[in-house]
């Protein structure tokens, strides 16, 4: 049973650097696509983009100038960097899993942790 | 991209009754939809994928339909811990969009 879990401080100043890890364990990162999703309170979900084991990439557009995902097979983590973040990135982040085998179905999520911006 | 609307976004329902959640997308993705569950301060849970597939360990109850453009989840007896947002997906081509919910809460 894949696990993933969030790390990352839960407040950020406007301007700086949003950096979150996901750490995956039961399952190898070697495969699939991890994902990054965000929700902001009281909203709806919103993909973010997701890494392949290889390290290739797919983003968001409407993100894509200010975030890097980045993965690190040997220790089984991958990581989200959202750059020059605003109140409008106060949002609740899950790491997920984006199943292959599966129509590329999120189909593990982490708890999700939020994350805000404020001075 | 492709934008994915739903209906309707929030219905009052009974325990044991069917309820019908529609999501449209703004072209077509063949099967490339899978419906989420999400309780109040918890991640999504994934109940349908391929918009037709069961995920494993979730109730039959639970099914969806659909191909093309026009998509349905059924729940056919609604149970208590049924009471949550829904929410549709494509993963047909990226940005990966979602569907912007449907809130089934109690009658």
């Known amino acids: 049973q894949v696990q993933l879990q969030e790390s990352g401080p839960g407040l950020v100043k406007p301007s700086e650097t949003l950096s979150l890890t996901c750490t995956v364990s039961?399952?190898?990162?070697?495969?699939?696509?991890w994902s990054w999703i965000r929700q902001p309170p009281g909203k709806g979900l919103e993909w973010i983009g997701y890494v392949y084991f290889r390290g290739s990439t797919n983003y968001n557009p409407s993100l894509k100038s200010r975030i890097t995902i980045s993965i690190d097979p040997s220790k089984s983590h991958f990581s989200l960097k959202l750059t020059s973040v605003t109140a409008a990135d106060t949002a609740v982040y899950f790491c997920a899993r984006a199943n292959s085998d599966y129509f590329f179905s999120l189909d593990s999520w982490g708890q999700g942790t939020l994350v805000t911006v404020s001075s | 991209d492709i934008q994915m609307t739903q209906s309707p976004s929030s219905l009052s329902a009974s325990v044991g009754d069917r309820v019908t959640i529609t999501c449209r997308a703004s072209q077509s993705i063949g099967n490339y939809l899978n419906w989420y569950q999400q309780k109040p301060g918890k991640p999504p849970n994934l109940l349908i994928y391929?918009?037709?597939s069961l995920q494993s360990g979730v109730p039959s109850r639970f099914s969806g339909s659909g191909s093309g453009t026009d998509f349905t989840l059924t729940i056919s007896s609604l149970q208590p811990e049924d009471f949550a947002a829904y929410y549709c997906q494509q993963s047909y081509s990226t940005p990966r969009t979602f569907g912007p919910g449907t809130k089934v809460d109690i009658k």
């Open positions: 039961g399952d190898s990162i070697s495969s699939h696509y």
């Open positions: 391929a918009a037709s």
